[in-house]
């Protein structure tokens, strides 16, 4: 008699396991109930503090883990430093308040190789905080394990403590690089000149961001104006942080403001960054623009501004993020003549946008995170604007 019993019934797809540590239990039990009912994942353990999460990390080998910035006896960033050392490739998504304490704690979180956050409800009641962290927190664990090749994968995520070497910094373990062909754009219509760098990112985008700027020169000829998906106060804190660690002046933009060369102009949380000419300034304004792309700041507002103004005369770098928000906005600058660089798929915490980009045939070049600012200074250099800002600053 054949058996009615179907293979997905008898071969089920393995759920997601996620261990979730907080302090407290309110969020313990909101964050286990809104995981829970998602069908793709379970929670399989839960800790109050971060020394429980390292003894309970063995006992239930997780795919994931949800870790609060602030606890007692040992703190989110004394627990991810922990993990790191024996579970280098374990996802871990900071939970994180909107409070400047906790911002500073989630950025250095990022910096110490947390893969993502999300931000605590700001919420009056159960029903609405439950449905701001499904939001939130479901895509995320869905884009990550996804980007991990989880459904391929019959281990789970987090390895044996010792059974394989840390990736390289940045670079995503057992991923190989996706090689996209450009669209051919024909010579004639390509810009010879480029006036303003326009940078999009995401999810992993801090740590890529803080990398691309720091690398590029003082003498940099051109304005830059980035969009990140960040939360108000975080945008400032992620500012602040880039411009100690670059020879240029990284801003949080406050709208209003003229572009100048050697200028970065981080969009705030929660507002739209454009650029709009005014005689013979541009500026920078915000809005409150509904979302695009689920995103309020988008990157596709921001560089289909761009392209209103400078027309091809830009030069467009997508970096690591889920989405494809920015996917449009390049489709515009390129096919005005502009060029687009999107980082590769091994160095980006999530290549989506990078990948949507590239897929697309929109790329001019798909490249490792640590090389993209070399890529910026050359391509820029051959239009001749680096060398001339770098023979006037000699002289100066």
């Known amino acids: 008699m054949r058996s009615s019993i179907s293979w997905a019934s008898r071969n089920p797809v393995p759920k997601i396991r996620v261990l979730v540590v ?17 069908p793709s994942c379970e929670v ?30 040992m703190d989110g960033l004394e627990t991810l430093s922990e993990i790191r050392k024996i579970y280098p490739r ?41 449905e701001q962290i499904r939001e939130q927190l479901i895509p995320k664990i869905r884009s990550l394990m996804g980007a991990r090749g989880f459904s391929l994968l019959p281990g789970r995520g987090s390895l044996p403590p010792t059974s394989a070497a840390a990736p390289h910094p940045g670079q995503r373990p057992g991923v190989r690089e996706t090689v996209v062909q450009p669209r051919v754009t024909p010579a004639t219509q390509r810009t010879s000149r480029i006036d303003l760098l326009a940078i999009g990112s995401s999810t992993g985008g801090p740590n890529a961001l803080t990398t691309v700027i720091s690398k590029l020169p003082a003498t940099f000829p051109l304005p830059v104006v980035i969009t990140q998906h960040m ?62 792309n689920s995103c309020r700041p988008s990157v596709d507002v921001m560089f289909r501004s761009v392209h209103e103004v400078y027309g091809g005369k830009v030069l467009a770098v997508i970096l690591t993020g889920m989405g494809q928000d920015g996917l449009r906005g390049c489709d515009l600058i390129r ?12 160095t980006s915490v999530v290549w989506g946008m990078p ?18 600012s070399a890529e910026i200074t050359r391509r820029v250099g051959s239009t001749g604007r680096l060398d001339a800002a770098a023979t006037y600053a000699a002289k100066a």
Do not use: W
């Open 22 to 38: 907080d302090d407290s239990v309110v969020v313990r039990r909101l964050l286990s109930d809104t995981i829970n009912a998602e």
């Open 335 to 346: 096919e005005a003549g502009g060029y687009v660089v999107a980082q590769d798929e091994a």
């Open 231 to 292: 939360p108000p106060l975080f945008t400032r804190l992620l500012a602040e942080r880039m411009n100690l660690a670059s020879a240029l002046s990284v801003h949080e933009a406050a709208g209003g403001e003229a572009l100048e060369p050697g200028h970065v102009y981080l969009a705030p949380g929660d507002f739209h960054m454009e650029v709009r000419r005014e005689g013979t300034a541009v500026r920078l304004r915000l809005t409150q623009a509904p979302p695009e």
């Open 90 to 130: 374990l996802p871990v998504i900071m939970f994180s308040s909107l409070t400047e304490r906790a911002a500073v704690a989630t950025l250095r979180a990022l910096e110490l190789g947390a893969t993502d956050y999300i931000t605590k409800p700001n919420a009056t009641s159960a029903v609405s905080a439950t």
């Open 355 to 372: 990948g949507a980009v590239a897929k697309a045939g929109l790329a001019d070049a798909v490249v490792p995170i640590d090389s993209i």
């Open 44 to 73: 399989v353990a839960t800790a109050p503090n971060g020394k429980l999460a390292l003894a309970k990390i063995p006992q239930v080998n997780p795919d994931i883990i949800t870790l609060d910035v602030e606890m007692p006896e």
